[in-house]
């Protein structure tokens, strides 16, 4: 209890600039971090701490006093806030240009009889039908190519007012790239050879 009153009474001393209370608030923080009494050092707030009192610091401490010299370096750059019309301009989404007829890859993280479930990094994953050829190849957790026709699939359905989603993009299944029934395969065959 004597040590919380002994916090207070320094937080209550630390009246004056922002910078007299980042100094006390850090000495406080040293002392709570340490459990063993300031002997004097940092109360006065003009005091900076020694290189062997930093090593003391615990990994609060030295988080708080590391953050709180990086928002006082940062206060004297008046850079202007960036429009919302700026960032969108610059962001990576708008890098990549028009989706359509793109080759990207996916992983198969879903399978309901013939319908591949696939997830390519984007908004919504798409349902492609499982090719006749190779077929036993098209597991959860292939990698496969595909051709992007739409990210999302809505349109107005039976007289509606406004556009209604299926959740899902379209695409075109091109090809596998690996499968883990390729690789049980590859390892059944090597055994059977031993």
């Not at 850090?26 to 062997?52: I, M, N, V, Y």
């Not at 930093?54 to 010299?69: D, I, N, S, Y």
């Not at 007012?161 to 690789?183: F, H, I, N, V, Y």
Request: proline share 3%; aromatic share 6%; glycine share 8%.
């Amino acid at each position: 209890m004597s040590h919380l009153l002994k916090v207070v009474s320094i937080l209550n001393r630390s009246v004056g600039t922002v910078r007299k209370t980042q100094r006390i608030s850090c000495a406080t923080l040293r002392f709570c971090s340490d459990s063993k009494s300031l002997s004097g050092e940092g109360t006065s707030g003009e005091s900076q701490p020694s290189q062997a009192d930093v090593r003391k610091l615990g990994g609060f401490a030295k988080a708080f006093e590391k953050h709180t010299t990086s928002l006082e370096d940062n206060d004297g750059k008046d850079e202007p806030p960036k429009t919302f019309a700026a960032l969108m301009r610059n962001s990576k989404f708008v890098d990549l240009g028009d989706p359509e007829n793109k080759i990207v890859t996916g992983k198969i993280f879903h399978v309901v009889g013939d319908d591949l479930y696939i997830d390519f990094g984007w908004k919504f994953h798409c349902v492609c039908t499982r090719p006749a050829k190779n077929a036993e190849e098209y597991v959860r957790g292939a990698r496969v190519r595909l051709r992007i026709r739409d990210l999302e699939l809505s349109t107005r359905f039976l007289g509606s007012d406004k556009d209604l989603t299926l959740l899902e993009a379209d695409c075109q299944l091109l090809g596998l790239m690996s499968s883990p029934a390729r690789q049980q395969q590859g390892q059944r065959a090597a055994e059977g050879s031993v």
